[in-house]
């Protein structure tokens, strides 16, 4: 445990010093007069999770994409309109915008135009995380609003990207080999549709046989059961971790993956990869380990890219510039 304790040591170091002009834990206190900007998002949140628990598995998403799609944590993710981060494919499925919207509105009833619709989805995420089942943590604040989202900028890793391109396409922005593993932990309340894992199921590599990496029960359940090999299970929905734990946050997706149950070749993949194996071990190990890691990787994640004011704006709506 020793080794385990000096990375989370590392990591709050890591956090602690990524910071970009003022955003800063407790940036808006006193800023809404006597209202608690986060009590009212997390209220919110919490009133949405009571009927609708995979709104955490929405935020998670809509955060990573908005955050590591173009490497900005600016909101741009949200802007509508042709040739917008929404148009582009690694985004057609991601939810959660409604909600960013209605939190927006109370907090402009409260105090118009002081809250970025950047920092609603940081918060909303953190407190939907603690919802499902994570530790809390705090989230820096005092992001602008980017001005402009384009699908030109959006570049997401595929589903089928390799270990060594994933570690790579993460190193650029900071994150550690470890870290990486712990970002794809996000998976632990995701899901996926059939056809994204058919070729794996039925015709892998073009051998007309499943990947062999799979487990062969867990195959024959997915095959017969969800994602038969007709087009009209294509959008069918696959949870990525186990079904009784997919709508909480916690290391049941690692110990998924160590029994070959993997369901996205790059979840499988981490499981078995020298560079990455070791990890997925330990965090299948101790759900403790995994989830104080997540936290503090999650606001690392969303420190990229921040924007000052003079280089962004305090949006009125989310869903479009001033």
């Known amino acids: 445990m020793g080794n ?10 890591s956090v602690i010093n990524f910071s970009y002009g003022e955003v800063t834990v407790g940036y808006y206190g006193g800023k809404c007069g006597d209202k608690d900007v986060e009590s009212i998002i997390r209220g919110i949140v919490q009133a949405r999770f009571q009927y609708d628990p995979d709104i955490v598995a929405f935020l998670l ?38 909600l960013i919207d209605i939190i927006k ?13 950047s920092d609603i989805i940081a918060a909303a995420t953190r407190d939907a995380v603690v919802l499902a089942g994570g530790k809390s943590f705090e989230v820096p604040t005092g992001r602008y609003d980017g001005l402009v989202g384009l699908a030109s900028y959006v570049e997401l890793p595929a589903p ?14 900071g994150f550690s080999p470890l870290e990486t593993v712990v970002l794809l932990g996000g998976h632990t309340v995701g899901v996926t549709h059939c056809n994204v894992i058919k070729d794996r199921l039925y015709n892998h590599k073009g051998t007309q046989l499943p990947d ?34 997919v709508r909480t946050v916690d290391n049941s997706y690692y110990q ?31 759900n403790d380990y995994f989830l104080d890691l997540f936290g503090k990787t999650i606001v690392k994640m969303g420190l990229l890219g921040v924007l000052n004011e003079n280089q962004g704006e305090i949006r009125k709506v989310c869903w479009k510039s001033n």
Do not use: W
């Not at 385990?4 to 170091?13: G, K, N, P, T």
């Not at 089928?160 to 922005?173: H, K, L, P, R, T």
């Not at 487990?215 to 929905?237: E, H, K, W």
């Open 160 to 173: 089928d990207i390799s270990v060594a391109d994933a570690i790579a396409y993460y190193g650029q922005e």
């Open 61 to 98: 998403r809509l955060q990573f994409h908005d955050c590591l799609g173009d490497k900005k944590c600016d909101a741009s993710l949200l802007l509508r309109g042709q040739n917008s981060e929404q148009t582009a494919v690694p985004n057609f499925t991601v939810k959660g915008y409604d």
């Open 4 to 13: 385990r304790a000096a990375i989370v040591a590392l990591l709050v170091l």
């Open 212 to 245: 062999p990496s799979l487990n062969a029960f867990y195959v024959f359940f997915l095959g017969n059961i969800i994602c038969q090999n007709n087009p009209s299970t294509d959008d069918m929905f696959v949870f990525l971790d186990s079904p009784n734990s």
């Open 105 to 117: 509105e109370a907090l402009e009833n409260e105090c118009p135009g002081v809250v970025s619709c």
């Open 256 to 286: 998924m993956l160590l029994q070959g149950k993997g369901i996205l070749p790059i979840d499988n993949a981490i499981a078995f990869d020298p560079s990455t194996a070791s990890y997925v071990q330990d965090l299948a190990n101790n």
